[in-house]
């Protein structure tokens, strides 16, 4: 997070989020780094043409016309292949050069191509958190985050890891949002509805995960373990209990809360 920042004067335009707590900007290399490689492989995508071009005159110049589909065929789809990802990546820099992230005291603003998008804290229906630590033959080779933010018109926000410290950022929204959402979601449950948090839902009668159901007194304890979300029942074997992945569960952790303070079971 950029304690010390300057937001694009875009951004003057935004009215009743309050102050400005942070800004959030794309990586380097999905704006600078794209628009370079896109200069290289079109520049490669057109020698390459051209060479094919030339070989294939010169070809035809000493062995007649039957050589020209020999000659001209494999540079040309290669240059072809070679111009599609020269595309992608321009596509990329278009897409990433002027989008960030700013929040406010009162909700956040993401800035894309196709201008703001504000959304205030009262706004937001649903957070929910996917992060992946990938291995290859057990060598930690990086980490995939993906936050999906839901409002109450259903339009969703996917932030990844174009932002710079998008776990950062992802920690102010949850942070922000979590005492609107728990609010709610207590008032729920606390009037004997059911609260349904994806493929998890709770109520006062007990918790369902997946097809099971299990009325809290049979509960010993939930807890997240591995990237999924376990409930154990008391007394039960190893098989006994059920889980659900934790990034298929949104608002997981007013879901823990309210388990752990509403419910009277533990929840770690």
């Not at 009743?16 to 900007?25: D, I, N």
């Not at 710079?164 to 102010?172: R, Y």
Request: proline share 3%.
């Amino acid at each position: 997070m950029n304690n010390s920042f300057q937001l694009p004067e875009v951004f003057a335009s935004v009215m009743g989020l309050g102050a400005p707590r942070a800004w959030f900007q794309t990586k380097a290399w999905n704006r600078v780094g794209n628009l370079v490689m896109f200069f290289l492989l079109l520049s490669a995508s057109c020698l390459l043409f051209f060479y094919g071009l030339y070989d294939t005159y010169l070809a035809y110049e000493r062995h007649g016309p039957a050589m020209i589909d020999d000659k001209i065929i494999t540079p040309t789809l290669i240059a072809f292949a070679l111009f599609a990802l020269g595309a992608l990546a321009g596509w990329g820099a278009y897409a990433n050069w002027t989008k960030g992230a700013a929040v406010y005291d009162k909700g956040f603003v993401l800035r894309d191509r196709k201008g703001l998008h504000p959304w205030a804290w009262e706004a937001v229906a649903s957070f929910t958190a996917s992060v992946t630590r990938h291995y290859t033959n057990g060598i930690y080779t990086g980490t995939t985050h993906t936050y999906t933010v839901l409002n109450k018109q259903s339009e969703r926000l996917v932030l990844g890891d174009s932002f710079k410290n998008v776990e950062q950022l992802a920690a102010l929204i949850e942070q922000s949002t979590f005492p609107i959402l728990y609010d709610r979601a207590a008032a729920q449950y606390n009037n004997g509805q059911a609260v349904v948090f994806g493929p998890v839902a709770i109520s006062k009668s007990g918790i369902v995960i997946g097809k099971k159901t299990y009325p809290w007194t049979e509960v010993q304890q939930v807890s997240i373990h591995q990237g999924f979300v376990r409930v154990s029942k008391k007394g039960g074997g190893w098989f006994s209990g059920a889980s659900a992945a934790a990034s298929t569960i949104p608002n997981l952790r007013v879901l823990l809360s309210i388990i752990d303070q509403v419910a009277g079971v533990k929840a770690s």
